[in-house]
C-alpha cells in the first residue's frame, strides 16, 4: 500500500516552454501533497505544500506565478513549471500525506531538463 | 528555527551493525521520519516515530526519544544494497517535514 506515481519521470524540454508534471496518490486519499526539488548532492528542499481545493501554499523564494499548483482532487497534483529555463533544470519529487495518518510517502521522482 | 543534525558520511562492513544518529531542535514535533534515498532517485519511507522508544522493522530499527530531541535508525545484517543516504526528517506540527542533509551510508565487502 501507499503508493504514490509521477508522470513523467523525465522530461526534456525547450527554454521558454511549460511543463506538467502529475502526482497522484494510488491507493490512499491525500488531502495534502508536497513538492520538492534537489539539484545534485543536495538535500531536498520544500517547494510548496499543495492543498485539496484551495491554493497552494509556497516556500519562501519560489515564485507561485512560475510554478503553478493544482490539487484537483484527492488523489492527484500537478505542477506546472512555466516558461522553463536551464537553470529550472532538477529532480522534482512529490509527497502525499495519508489523511489517516501522519506518513509521508514520495513518488518516484521527475527529472527536468531544460535545454 | 528548525535545525536537524546527522552525521554526513559513515561507512561499515557487510554484516555489520551501523547506527546513524540524528538530533533535531524544532518548534514543534509531530513526529520524526526516516528515509533511505539511493542515487538519482526519490526517498523511500523506512520508519515513523511519534512517541518514545524503539519501532522495529526487520533489519531496520529506529529509536525517539523526545525530551531529549534524539533518534536513531539501527541496521542490521548491512548489505551492499544498504549503500545510499539516509534522510532524518522532523514533521514540526504543520504537516511539512524538515529534512536533516541526510547521512551518506557506504557499505564495504
Known amino acids: 500500500g501507499a503508493v504514490v506515481s509521477q508522470h513523467p519521470s523525465w522530461v526534456i524540454c525547450k527554454s521558454g516552454t511549460s511543463v506538467k508534471i502529475e502526482c497522484r496518490s494510488l491507493?490512499?486519499?491525500?488531502?495534502?501533497m508536497f513538492w520538492y526539488r534537489q539539484f545534485p548532492k543536495q538535500s531536498l528542499m520544500l517547494m510548496a505544500t499543495s492543498n485539496e481545493g484551495s491554493k497552494a501554499t509556497y516556500e519562501q523564494g519560489v515564485e507561485k506565478d512560475k510554478f503553478l499548483i493544482n490539487h484537483a482532487s484527492l488523489t492527484l497534483s500537478t505542477l506546472t513549471v512555466t516558461s522553463a529555463h536551464p537553470e529550472d533544470s532538477s529532480f522534482y519529487i512529490c509527497?502525499?500525506?495519508?489523511?489517516?495518518?501522519?506518513?509521508?510517502?514520495f513518488g518516484p521522482g521527475t527529472r527536468l531538463t531544460v535545454l | 528555527g528548525q535545525n536537524i543534525d546527522q552525521p554526513t558520511e559513515m561507512t561499515a562492513t557487510e554484516g555489520a551493525i551501523v547506527q546513524i544518529n540524528c538530533t533535531y531542535q524544532?518548534?514543534?514535533?509531530?513526529?520524526l521520519f526516516w528515509y533511505q534515498q539511493h542515487a538519482g532517485e526519490a526517498p523511500t519511507f523506512l520508519s515513523y516515530?511519534?512517541?518514545?522508544g524503539l519501532e522495529e522493522k526487520g533489519r531496520f530499527s529506529s529509536f525517539l526519544s523526545r525530551s531529549k530531541g534524539y533518534s536513531y535508525l539501527l541496521l542490521k545484517e548491512l548489505q551492499m544494497k544498504d549503500s545510499a543516504s539516509y534522510l532524518c526528517?522532523?514533521?514540526?506540527?504543520?504537516?511539512?517535514?524538515?529534512f536533516g542533509k541526510g547521512t551518506m551510508l557506504l557499505v564495504s565487502p
Open positions: 526528517a522532523v514533521n514540526s506540527g504543520y504537516s511539512t517535514l524538515t
Open positions: 491507493d490512499f486519499q491525500a488531502t495534502t
Open positions: 524544532t518548534s514543534g514535533f509531530n513526529g
Open positions: 509527497s502525499a500525506r495519508e489523511n489517516t495518518g501522519g506518513a509521508q510517502y
Open positions: 516515530n511519534v512517541l518514545d
